[in-house]
């Protein structure tokens, strides 16, 4: 991956008339998200890892939490445990739940422990022994006999401890998310150190900054040693993005929807906030890390459409890949997609795109929907085509309302930001089923995220379990911990280079009724008494799940402190409005097919770079960017605002409205 990270940049350089040496030695901060970490999990590409866990909990990554997230579901297998049985050894060793130590650790135990991993081979290893999240004593002594024991072996380079991955209360959560670390370590982290050692030999002058899960960044250093953070590295960069966007938009209630090539990244921000969540499933394997709430499903321009043992048409969430691609690539793709439903119905034009690089061809299009579909289903091509793009819309439409109005979200409030490569080609469509009456095209639709980490701020989330209930004493006590963690995270941002005057602070509380198992996260600032706090959590679990326990004893189970480094962020531009909009002539027109309203002739094309600001028109239109294309329907009308951006007002009837 990083051939292409240089490839790129080289790019870029070449474009500025520079040297790539000339380029790195001008740039001032330099970002990077990467899917490499999701990548590795997702194709069971990392690690061969050995577990080290208290004697006794040898099987917790088996049991899992003992139950099914679809309980109709029983033979649906879990996913294969990362650690075979044999890899994961115990040792006598135990603290309870208060942090006493009930019995020390047998040393003899963690050798053996070590001999196994040594002639197993194993790459990583993760330690996680029962309520370190308390003391960690026993997992640093842990640490120190491996290193002694294994001396240069390459797994003692790669060893993760619970107490510094996940201090969380909860073992199968704990366990697995060290374990994921330790999986991904050696790829992940070694591609970094290597990426960043290329940069800087070739006249890097910042230091290299990587994108978590967060929503924030993070210098490469401090990344390598928790590469878990970096399961949604690129989607959460959205953040950034979309803090951009409501500033220029002018609203703050904003639905990000990122559509590529295999999937669609849902993304909201409420009133200018992100909802956080510590409970990541990721091809079926539990992360507890703090990462931007992303709901995402298998539909995007790639996905393949086919017809079931039933007679039932399905889209995705299968895809065709950039090889062979969709059969209107010609190279070799024979399963129709959502891309070549398109293409047959007029919104992508025959021909060559991206420089050349990519050529979209009719005949191969129109063949394969009315062979694989068409034919076997007893209806026309088109009809086969706008099937494929309704079947699509309906997941992405259930990507938005999964959270949105599944989170006491009404979306119709909101605007939608149709994004990525193939989002502008179904913000309409999917804006008109949710009712939403609002779609925002930024001209960076299909660089969104690239363009986000640029307005992203350096960030280091520290949790740390605390069982108190929400009083004046439990406040107290919190106070005491949120210091402490304060004070770590402002030594963590001085030695990222940091005056202190740029360094922000946030606290969050988990907060859950007593005897309850999952917990919401709510903020806290200076002064909030624990009669405010109550409300504010009543208020959101109501929203959630509908009703409140009006006298119940509400817990704070853990505390979690926001460190932020504030970079400098990129300043609005305004291009103001250009009196003299006769370059914006349509380039074509095209015959070009509309659900429920068949095909319409002589639809105007547009060349998107010709348009500038005050620019508007009616639909239908077809607006063709260098990264995507934007199809607005019949009724709807376009502008675009003062800094570039493209607005559709979504023409939406009363009855679609209900």
């Known amino acids: 991956p990083s051939a292409g990270v240089l490839d790129v940049l080289r790019t870029a350089a070449q474009t500025m008339d520079l040297s790539l040496e000339a380029l790195l030695a001008r740039c001032s901060r330099l970002i990077h998200g990467s899917t490499i970490a999701t990548n590795t999990l997702l194709e069971a590409k990392g690690a061969r890892v050995g577990l080290i866990t208290t004697d006794g909990f040898r099987d917790t990554l088996e049991i899992r939490r003992g139950y099914r997230r679809d309980v109709w579901n029983h033979r649906e297998p879990f996913a294969p445990v990362l650690v075979p049985r044999y890899l994961r050894q115990p040792v006598r060793e135990r603290f309870d739940v208060q942090g006493r130590e009930l019995q020390p650790l047998e040393a003899s135990d963690v050798i053996r422990a070590a001999g196994l991993f040594r002639r197993e081979q194993v790459d990583a290893i993760a330690v996680c022994l029962l309520h370190a999240y308390v003391d960690p004593t026993h997992e640093r002594q842990t640490l120190e006999i491996l290193r002694d024991t294994l001396g240069d072996h390459p797994a003692a380079r790669w060893i993760s401890l619970s107490s510094d991955i996940c201090p969380v209360i909860g073992e199968y959560a704990r366990s697995s998310t060290t374990v994921i670390n330790a999986y991904l370590s050696p790829r992940v982290s070694s591609y970094l150190m290597r990426l960043a050692q290329a940069l800087r030999k070739l006249g890097l002058s910042s230091s290299l900054l990587i994108q978590q899960s967060n929503g924030g960044a993070l210098s490469v250093e401090q990344a390598v040693a928790q590469p878990a953070n970096l399961l949604l590295s690129g989607p959460a960069a959205s953040v950034g993005a979309l803090t951009y966007l409501a500033e220029t938009a002018g609203t703050s209630r904003l639905i990000a929807m990122e559509i590529g090539g295999t999937s669609t990244d849902v993304t909201v921000m ?4 992100f909802s956080v969540t510590e409970h990541l499933d990721v091809a079926g394997y539990a992360a507890s890390i703090s990462a931007v709430e992303i709901h995402t499903v298998g539909a995007g321009g790639g996905s393949i459409a086919a017809v079931d043992a039933a007679g039932m048409m399905s889209v995705g969430p299968g895809g065709a890949g950039a090889l062979p691609g969709p059969a209107a ?13 398109h293409l047959t119905l007029g919104r992508l034009r025959p021909g060559t795109y991206a420089d050349g690089h990519v050529k979209l061809d009719l005949v191969l299009a129109t063949g394969a929907i009315e062979g694989k579909l068409a034919e076997p289903l007893g209806i026309n091509g088109e009809e086969a085509a706008i099937g494929i793009l309704k079947l699509a819309n309906q997941r992405i439409r259930q990507a938005v309302e999964r959270i949105s109005v599944e989170r006491g979200i009404d979306a119709r409030g909101f605007a939608l930001v149709a994004c990525g490569g193939a989002g502008p080609m179904h913000g309409v469509a999917v804006a008109r089923e949710l009712g939403i009456r609002k779609v925002i095209v930024p001209r960076q639709s299909g660089t969104f995220c690239a363009f986000g980490m640029l307005n992203t701020d350096i960030r280091k989330d520290s949790i740390r379990p605390c069982l108190e209930l929400l009083d004046d004493g439990g ?13 770590k995270g402002l030594a963590l941002l001085l030695d990222e280079g940091f005056e202190q005057d740029k360094c922000a602070f946030m606290r969050e509380l988990n907060l859950r009724y007593e005897g309850q198992q999952w917990d919401i996260a709510l903020p806290i600032a200076a002064g909030d008494s624990a009669r405010h706090l109550r409300m504010q959590f009543e208020d959101k679990y109501n929203t959630l799940y509908g009703h409140i326990q009006p006298e119940g004893t509400i817990e704070i189970c853990s505390i979690r402190s926001i460190a932020v480094g504030k970079i400098p962020r990129i300043e609005p531009v305004m291009l103001g409005i250009d009196g003299d909009l006769n370059q914006a002539l349509p380039i074509d027109r095209r ?15 547009y060349q998107g770079p010709a348009l500038q600001g005050g620019f508007n028109t009616s639909g239908p239109a077809i607006i063709e960017e260098a990264t995507t294309t934007l199809v607005v329907g019949p009724g709807d009308a376009l ?7 493209y607005h559709i007002d979504v023409c939406i009837t009363d009855e679609e409205q209900v």
């Open 591 to 605: 015959r070009i097919y509309f659900e429920d309203h068949g095909w319409c002739d002589d639809v105007p094309v």
């Open 475 to 487: 406040l107290a006590q919190v106070e005491r911990l949120f210091d402490e963690l304060e004070a």
């Open 639 to 645: 502008s675009i605002d003062t800094y570039g951006d």
């Open 329 to 341: 690539y010609g190279l070799g793709g024979e399963d129709p997609t959502v891309t070549d439903a």
């Open 270 to 273: 409420n009133n200018g906030r």
